[in-house]
């Protein structure tokens, strides 16, 4: 029995979790304890501008993964004080960083996470594995989604079909068959969620979303753009797909909007989240799982009445079941997911699906710095 510490910060900018997990050989990986962290302003400004400029200045590079670095040593310290651990009992910190750039597609496929585990290994005195995307790009693959492998290492039902939707600034599904199927597990980023939600939400208001989707209630989802929404390539592309910041933007959006009213368009984006989800599932759920699969959303997203509400209707005969009942909160997943492919990666098993991502081979994903 080993206990690691997973640390993600996914593409809200909302903050850093981190999970305490068991993992072991025997056992499916066990959540022990959890904390988030805010990001402090200061911090997400930087961040967002490095996500969205396409260039900066190396000195402004350096700046700010101190700063990212210094808040994963916080939430570290969270964490350990939290649960009563010591450092000392902690086999290794896996950290994922922050995405500030992922193209993988094009002539040179990269995808690129802000962080320093060496000076994170300092600053802890832990042992941190880190830089899980590369191995998996390297190898043909689109480096993401990871979290299918840790989908379908916990959550495999012995009879049901089941789909982990994460509902996160982007949204992406794992189809699960039931255990013992020789049926492979596919997964994939199907769009956005809340990154632009959120975008559009803080582009009207004061405040970071639109809190279990009042405004979006109040608006009504305009079927034109929609259509002209879901007319981007990405959403009929086939798997294996990832996406992100640096196709789905503001400015994307304004691209495609005529003379909607504010409160329309958040109605329609959330409209947007559930359509690309649903016809997904119609793609690719096999005929016997269209009606008897069970949906279990986590993330963020997750915490989005109005957003669970239209994908419950959307979805119907599917159920749409909890990750709290399987024993997982929907708020700690990915931070876990990073925890047991530190463990993996000690373990020197793949921690990827090439089933998912489309690399040429199941790989060893990270690198390790010792303490
Ligand atoms: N009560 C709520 N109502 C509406 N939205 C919510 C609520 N709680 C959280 N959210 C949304 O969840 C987001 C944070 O989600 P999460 O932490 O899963 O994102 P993330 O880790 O950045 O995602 P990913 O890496 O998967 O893209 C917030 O930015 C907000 O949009
Ligand atoms: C490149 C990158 O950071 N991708 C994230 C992002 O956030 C959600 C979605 O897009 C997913 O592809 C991924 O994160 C999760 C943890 C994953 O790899 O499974």
Redesign the pocket.
């Known amino acids: 029995m080993s206990l690691f510490i997973g640390l993600?910060?996914?593409?809200?900018?909302?903050?850093i979790?981190a999970a305490l997990v068991e993992c072991d050989h025997h056992h499916r990986p066990l959540l022990l304890e959890a904390t988030?962290i805010d990001m402090p302003e200061p911090l997400r400004r930087q961040l967002w501008h490095l996500c969205h400029a396409g260039e900066a200045a190396f000195e402004t590079l350096a700046e700010t993964e101190e700063a990212f670095c210094r808040l994963q040593t916080q939430a570290v310290a969270a964490l350990l004080e939290k649960s009563g651990h010591a450092v000392s009992d902690i086999a290794a910190i896996g950290s994922h960083g922050q995405?500030i750039e992922h193209r993988p597609a094009g002539p040179f496929p990269y995808t690129w996470q802000l962080d320093n585990p060496s000076r994170l290994a300092e600053l802890t005195g832990c042992r941190v594995v880190a830089d899980f995307r590369r191995r998996d790009l390297a190898a043909g693959g689109q480096g993401a989604p990871l979290?299918p492998a840790f989908h379908n290492a916990i959550f495999r039902d012995p009879h049901q079909w089941r789909v982990l939707l994460?509902?996160?600034?982007?949204?992406?599904v794992t189809l699960l068959p039931p255990e013992g199927s020789d049926i492979p597990v596919i997964g994939f980023d199907t769009g956005p969620?809340?990154?632009l939600?959120?975008g559009w939400?803080a582009r009207h208001h004061d405040g970071?979303?639109?809190?279990?989707?009042a405004w979006a209630a109040q608006g009504q989802c305009q079927a034109p753009l929609l259509a002209r929404l879901l007319s981007d390539p990405f959403f009929d592309s086939p798997p294996p797909k990832s996406t992100g910041r640096e196709h789905f933007h503001l400015q994307w959006l304004e691209t495609h909007l005529e003379e909607e009213s504010a409160a329309d368009i958040q109605a329609t984006l959330l409209t947007l989240t559930v359509e690309s989800i649903a016809r997904e599932l119609e793609r690719h759920l096999p005929a016997e799982a269209q009606t008897a699969a069970c949906v279990i959303p986590?993330?963020?997203?997750?915490?989005?009445?109005?957003?669970m509400d239209a994908l419950s209707a959307r979805l119907s005969p599917i159920k749409t079941g909890s990750c709290q009942a399987l024993d997982w909160s929907p708020?700690w997943l990915?931070a876990g997911a990073f925890a047991w492919l530190a463990w993996r990666r000690l373990e020197k098993l793949a921690g990827n699906l090439p089933s998912v991502t489309g690399a040429a081979g199941p790989r060893i994903l990270g690198g390790v710095y010792e303490r």
């Not at 993600?8 to 903050?15: E, H, K, R």
Request: hydrophobic share 35%; with cysteine.
């Open positions: 993600m910060s996914g593409t809200s900018l909302d903050g979790d988030g995405t979290a994460n509902l996160g600034g982007f949204a992406n969620a809340n990154a939600l959120d939400y970071r979303f639109d809190r279990d989707g986590c993330g963020g997203g997750a915490h989005n009445v109005a957003l708020d990915e």
